[in-house]
């Protein structure tokens, strides 16, 4: 057992060391081979999906790994967040929600990250009271000023959108628009 566990080491080494320089075409061969030896090894599965989804844009395999991988390690945090990139990207926004409550219970997930998507998620809804009420609770939890930059940014893009509804809304009512 103690060589399965650190040939596997030894192989998701390798692979970040790929990764590192941009060497997904390697990377994924190498957690291919991992995978045939261990299909349960959920950060194999997680590291996959993420070159599926970022590096080569073939979101339907990129969610059948992240979901293994939630499946085989859901302890791995950064496989929530890699889900929440999936589920942006393939503009699922209503399950961004579903998600990110989950997500957010979890220890030790990116709460910055997984907060900051999912009120990116509701300004996508245009329920603009959670998406302000989300960024401003990812303010709250970051100590990252560019994180706190990105939820004001949010916040500000908000009033503008809200600003432009109620002067559309305004012109309507007058039969100008």
């Avoid at 596997?8 to 790929?18: C, G, T």
């Avoid at 890699?82 to 219970?105: C, H, I, P, Q, W």
Wanted: charged residues 25%; glycine residues 4%.
């Amino acid at each position: 057992m103690e060589d399965i566990l650190l040939h596997s080491e030894e192989y998701i080494l390798k692979v970040k060391e790929h990764m590192d320089y941009c060497d997904y075409i390697k990377a994924k061969r190498l957690l291919t081979e991992l995978l045939e030896e261990q299909p349960d090894h959920g950060r194999a599965h997680q590291m996959l999906g993420w070159i599926y989804a970022s590096e080569l844009n073939q979101y339907h395999d990129a969610e059948v790994h992240l979901k293994m991988a939630i499946q085989f390690d859901p302890g791995h945090a950064a496989t929530y967040s890699d889900y929440m990139y999936l589920l942006k990207m393939t503009g699922r926004y209503n399950e961004m929600v579903s998600f990110a409550r989950r997500a957010e219970r979890l220890s030790g997930v990116n709460l910055v990250y997984i907060l900051y998507y999912k009120a990116v998620a509701y300004e996508m809804l245009y329920d603009y009271g959670n998406a302000i009420s989300t960024y401003r609770r990812a303010i709250t939890a970051s100590l990252d000023d560019d994180w706190i930059g990105k939820c004001e940014q949010g916040i500000a893009r908000i009033n503008k959108k809200m600003t432009h509804q109620e002067e559309l809304s305004y012109l309507s009512n007058c039969n100008i628009a």
